[in-house]
């Protein structure tokens, strides 16, 4: 089992220099809280620290002050080189609690960033404080995914895109995909790059309406099938990232 991950907001003061000038570092806060009360971690136990943006530095447990302090060795601090091809994930809002399945599932896959999107097939629509709220979740999801998956670059959690920003990044990109069944090619077979930058987009439950389809295109994109199968929206960006991880070699 690998050691358990808590996350300190900067690490620009820390870099490459001892904390306190004998390397220690106190872990409070609500990182500490769950360290000290709920991980109930003791001395001698390894943890890692991240900014969630790559960088990092080991840790070894020292002790423990009341129920929400770690006091922690910290090593070096060390950064991870983002991985190539990136993997953007396009997600149409599902219905409820499923937005949260989805970005859970693609972070412990390994996805890069995720797009909320509002498609015109959504039931689902951001709208104000509503709106923020839920992307405040989904941003908290990816946190809480990336610590539990013991990734150290968390996935970026954009703002809710429309159509036609959509359109604008697919024609940025390197290879720009929708999944759609009727008539598309196997993700499969298609041509990958070894770098650069993959946008897949994953529509709603009702499908990407030919309108989307057609700005799509223009902008580059192609569409795309899984399987024989049919997903539901929350879990196909999932099961795309992972045959896109596994074919580009990120999970060799």
């Known amino acids: 089992m690998t050691a358990p991950v808590f996350v ?3 690490f620009e003061t820390l870099q490459n220099t001892p904390v306190g000038g004998d390397g220690r570092y106190v872990l409070d806060g609500p990182e500490g809280r769950h360290a000290v009360s709920v991980k109930r971690l003791h001395a001698g136990e390894d943890v890692v620290l991240t900014d969630g943006a790559g960088r990092w530095a080991d840790c070894v447990v020292e002790d ?4 929400d302090r770690l006091i922690l060795r910290m090593g070096s601090v060390r950064e991870e080189a983002p991985q190539e091809p990136r993997i953007t994930v396009v997600q149409a809002l599902p219905k409820g609690d499923r937005g949260e399945l989805a970005v859970e599932t693609m972070t412990e896959t390994g996805v890069d960033a995720i797009v909320p999107w509002s498609a015109s097939r959504c039931i689902t629509q951001w709208k104000g404080e509503r709106g923020l709220k839920a992307l405040g979740k989904w941003r908290a999801t990816a946190r809480e995914a990336g610590k539990q998956s013991r990734r150290v670059r968390f996935p970026e959690v954009a703002d ?3 159509t036609k920003q959509v359109a604008a990044l697919l024609a940025a990109a390197d290879l720009a995909a929708v999944l759609h069944e009727e008539g598309s090619e196997p993700l ?3 041509e990958l790059p070894a770098a650069g930058h993959i946008v897949l987009v994953v529509g709603p439950e009702g499908g990407v309406s030919p309108d989307e389809l057609a700005a799509f295109a223009d902008a580059g994109a192609k569409p795309y099938r899984l399987g024989r199968s049919v ?3 929350s879990t196909a ?6 045959l896109l991880l596994g074919r580009t070699g990120r999970w060799s």
């Open 8 to 10: 300190v907001e900067t």
């Open 64 to 67: 423990t002050e009341g129920k």
């Open 160 to 162: 809710a895109m429309s």
């Open 188 to 190: 499969a077979t298609a």
């Open 231 to 233: 997903l539901r929206t």
């Open 237 to 242: 960006g999932t099961a795309a990232a992972a």
